[in-house]
């Protein structure tokens, strides 16, 4: 079974709950045999190591740290392109994909079998009102 992660909440956290509950769930799905686990990380941003198991990873695509300042309009582009050609690269229709946080244009690149989804956090959908609320994208 092919499952991919994206860069999204990587992007967004050098450490956290969220982006450690998708380091733990690639660290615990990459010895299994039925499973291949593609990572698309983008802009290397957050400060997680994952040299014990990224031999375990069926694709792997990271960019190193930029050696200048960029915005996040900048990363942003950037991570979607890279995202884009780490997608047909492998030239696959995965089974899962696993979107780390609630961009709808990645689904449509990828165009997944299944698509699962985490809700992590509801406080801003619940308490902020008007134009400031957060749309459905899916």
């Known amino acids: 079974m092919d499952i991919l992660y994206d860069h999204q909440m990587f992007a967004i956290q ?3 709950g969220i982006s450690r509950i998708f380091i733990e769930l690639m660290r615990e799905l990459s010895p299994n045999s039925d499973c291949s686990i593609h990572w698309h990380r983008g802009i290397k941003s957050d400060g997680y190591d994952i040299s014990e198991y990224r031999d375990q990873l069926t694709g792997y695509g990271v960019i190193p740290k930029l050696p200048f300042p960029t915005g996040k309009a900048i990363n942003d582009t950037i991570n979607k392109l890279s995202f884009q050609w780490f ?3 492998f030239g696959r229709h995965y089974d899962i994909y696993h979107p780390t946080y609630y961009d709808a244009d990645l689904v449509e690149i990828v ?3 299944k698509l699962v989804i985490t809700i ?4 801003p959908e619940k308490f902020l009102s008007g134009q400031a609320k957060f749309q459905p994208l899916i």
């Open 14 to 16: 050098k450490f956290g």
């Open 87 to 89: 997608v047909r690269k």
């Open 111 to 113: 165009n997944p079998k």
């Open 120 to 123: 992590h956090d509801m406080i």
